[in-house]
């Protein structure tokens, strides 16, 4: 029994987000894991430190760029309930869709942290990947971080990727990119998730939700929210007419020549020579033996020439090879436009009248 096509996008895109935001967030939590083991005296280092916080912003951005790159053409890549929000406001998918999303990706951080946990050696099994607020931050200015480090984010994600242009191609690479930016700047204050996926699974694994855990929430939603706001804003002003069209392609300055070019061949074709009868005289297209022909066109004949042409493949005979048969074309004239060019003009005078050497000399029959 087949699967209806609504049940198997559905399946697909919550099964690309399920495994995309867990391969995602599984090396960033493991880089991150990694990089805050606490040193031999049982201490990490106090106060910012810049080598640390590079090799989380490196492995989250990397990490982030590989999985899009993987998973676009799956599910879309979001891999954060932000992101699909702000897809759902722009009309870019339904709502049943972005639940089953918004589910998968929560389920993926989960597991992503569960795995890390797991993985860890010793007896205590403590993470050091979980997010929160640093250097005597408050809760409004952490709020305020994640909300413009998440807008930043996603309003590079609606401007490369859902927005089709000519740079969608690397838009993972300037995904990963926004994310390192967003990181160098976030990274000591409130830990950079604007992702509520990415608080969302070290919160469950460790059971530990601080009274500041809505920021990561709310954070994230606002400045998703804020990105696709502006992006609506720009696309109803026409911004792509504002810098002169840069991503027009230089084919469609051909399509009028292109477009004109089709009309000359047709107007041509519809004045051209028609097939001739045995007796010489054209076949009208509106007999029976031609309108019920098949459309197929007769095969070569062995040995004979073969003329590609804009309109495909058409036959011909060598005059060498034997008789030459005049082409037939796809557009005839008119049955009045045919019967007038065959009627006689009023003004002309009978060639029964004229003298055998006025009158005008004959063709061969074969041409």
Same mark, same amino acid.
């Given at each position: ?21 867990? @391969? ?12 805050? +083991? ?6 990490? /280092? ?10 989380? !912003? ?9 999985? %899009? ?5 799956v599910s879309g890549a979001a891999f954060n309930p ?5 897809? %759902? ?5 339904? +709502? ?6 918004? *589910? ?5 951080? &989960?597991? *992503? ?16 990947? *979980? ?6 931050? !408050? #809760? %409004? ?7 413009l480090a998440t807008f930043l984010l996603i309003f590079?994600? @609606? &401007? /490369?990727? %859902? ?21 160098? &700047? ?7 998730? &604007? ?27 606002a400045g998703a929210l804020l990105a696709a706001g +502006?992006?609506?804003? @720009? ?19 051909? *399509? ?6 089709? #009309? ?28 019920? =022909? ?45 019967? $007038? ?15 055998? $050497?006025? =009158?005008?000399?004959?063709?061969? =029959?074969?041409?």
């Amino acid at each position: 029994m087949p699967i209806p096509k609504f049940a198997r996008n559905l399946l697909v895109s919550t099964i690309g987000e399920l495994v995309g935001t867990f @391969l995602f967030l599984l090396f960033g939590f493991g880089a991150a894991q990694t990089v805050n +083991l606490p040193s031999s005296t049982n201490a990490t /280092v106090a106060g910012p430190d810049a080598s640390r916080f590079l090799y989380i !912003s490196f492995a989250f951005a990397l990490s982030l760029a590989t999985n %899009v790159w993987i998973f676009l053409r799956v599910s879309g890549a979001a891999f954060n309930p932000a992101v699909t929000l702000a897809v %759902v406001v722009l009309g870019g998918t339904d +709502l049943i869709t972005a639940i089953c999303a918004v *589910a998968a990706q929560l389920c993926g951080g &989960m597991l *992503a942290a569960i795995t890390i946990k797991l993985m860890l050696p010793g007896q205590e099994k403590a993470i050091h990947f *979980a997010v929160g607020l640093g250097g005597g931050i !408050s #809760d %409004v200015q952490g709020f305020f971080t994640e909300l413009l480090a998440t807008f930043l984010l996603i309003f590079t994600i @609606l &401007m /490369v990727a %859902v927005e089709k242009t000519k740079g969608t191609f690397i838009a993972p690479l300037a995904i990963g990119l926004a994310l390192f930016v967003c990181h160098t &700047m976030a990274i000591f204050w409130t830990g950079a998730s &604007m992702n509520p996926a990415r608080a969302f699974g070290p919160a469950v694994v460790e059971s530990s939700f601080p009274s500041y855990e809505w920021i990561y929430w709310f954070g994230p939603f606002a400045g998703a929210l804020l990105a696709a706001g +502006l992006y609506k804003i @720009l696309k109803f002003l026409e911004y792509e007419k504002v810098n002169g069209h840069q991503d027009k392609s230089p084919d469609d300055d051909l *399509a009028p020549l292109i477009e004109k070019q089709n #009309d000359l061949e047709k107007q041509l074709r519809a004045w051209g020579p028609r097939r001739e009868s045995r007796y010489g005289s054209p076949i009208s297209p509106y007999s029976r033996s031609n309108s019920h =022909r098949s459309t197929r066109p007769p095969p070569p004949p062995p040995g004979g020439l073969r003329l590609y042409t804009l309109s495909g493949l058409e036959p011909y005979i060598s005059p060498v090879e034997g008789k030459p048969v005049m082409r037939e074309y796809e557009y005839a004239p008119t049955e009045r436009e045919y019967r $007038e060019s065959r009627a006689p003009s009023r003004y002309a005078k009978s060639s029964k009248s004229m003298a055998p $050497e006025d =009158r005008p000399p004959q063709l061969p =029959r074969e041409w």
